[in-house]
């Protein structure tokens, strides 16, 4: 077992986490089993899996899916940079006043859409319906 509790609190046995118990400042804690072994799985166990397209690695087979899904796709603004995650997309955009997409949500429906195929080419007439 890699817990310990106390009063109703997990905490990490891995010496030197900061949800360990003995954290200087104390250590922070969970409430609940399942968040501390997903804890435990992302930061202390040495598995690890590797993306065969951008050679990224990562500590759970789900966030290698998840990954998997955006992987090489990329948020093209109208000033032609390239952005690989919407929220340096929106900065962007934001900081100079460029245009950006209306409806996050479709767009992030439309990205994850894509994320199906293998050409992953995010140039398509959704985006130029849905920016301003």
Avoid: M, W
């Amino acid at each position: 077992d890699c817990a310990i509790v106390k009063q109703d609190r997990l905490y990490c046995k891995f010496k030197d986490c900061r949800y360990s118990e003995d954290f200087p400042k104390g250590g922070d804690f969970f409430y609940s089993r399942s968040n501390l072994e997903n804890h435990i799985k992302r930061a202390h166990l040495n598995q690890r899996y590797t993306c065969e397209e951008c050679r990224s690695t990562f500590p759970t087979s789900e966030r290698l899916s998840f990954h998997k899904l955006n992987c090489g796709i990329t948020f093209e603004c109208k000033c032609g940079r390239s952005f690989i995650s919407v929220d340096s997309y929106q900065s962007h955009c934001n900081k100079l006043g460029h245009p950006f997409v209306k409806n996050l949500r479709i767009l992030l429906k439309h990205r994850k859409n894509h994320g199906r195929f293998p050409d992953k080419d995010l140039h398509c007439e959704i985006l130029n319906e849905h920016t301003t």
